[in-house]
């Protein structure tokens, strides 16, 4: 999935995903299939209407697991509803990595 966006009500955020040596790549018949980090996925569902279970269930695995810091560093360049913003800010805090 490439160039995805959700509009919120204070602009628009835009998934800022590129592959990296830290990409996960699975295949699926034959073709190399490079996964989104859940990092990012937290912050997708954050942002979702209805999603927020999931959310949480990213967010006890990430704490579990520690964090990509660098893929919520780069969510929070973008502009965030306040509470999604320290709903990420503590995720960073409490799960380490």
């Keep these: 999935m490439g160039l995805l966006s959700i509009r919120h009500a204070e602009s628009v955020y835009r998934l800022d995903w590129h592959a990296d040596t830290n990409t996960r790549v699975e295949?699926?018949?034959?073709?190399?299939?490079?996964?989104?980090?859940?990092?990012?996925?937290?912050v997708l569902y954050l942002l979702m209407p209805g999603?927020?279970?999931?959310?949480?269930?990213?967010?006890?695995?990430?704490?579990?697991?520690?964090v990509r810091r660098d893929r919520l560093e780069a969510a929070l360049r973008q502009?965030?509803?306040?509470?999604?913003?320290?709903?990420?800010?503590a995720a960073?805090?409490?799960a380490g990595g």
Aim: net charge neutral.
């Design 92 to 94: 960073m805090t409490e």
């Design 27 to 42: 295949p699926l018949e034959g073709v190399s299939i490079p996964l989104t980090p859940l990092e990012d996925w937290f």
């Design 79 to 89: 502009p965030l509803p306040a509470e999604v913003r320290a709903r990420v800010l």
């Design 51 to 66: 999603r927020g279970g999931k959310a949480d269930l990213i967010e006890g695995h990430l704490k579990r697991r520690g």
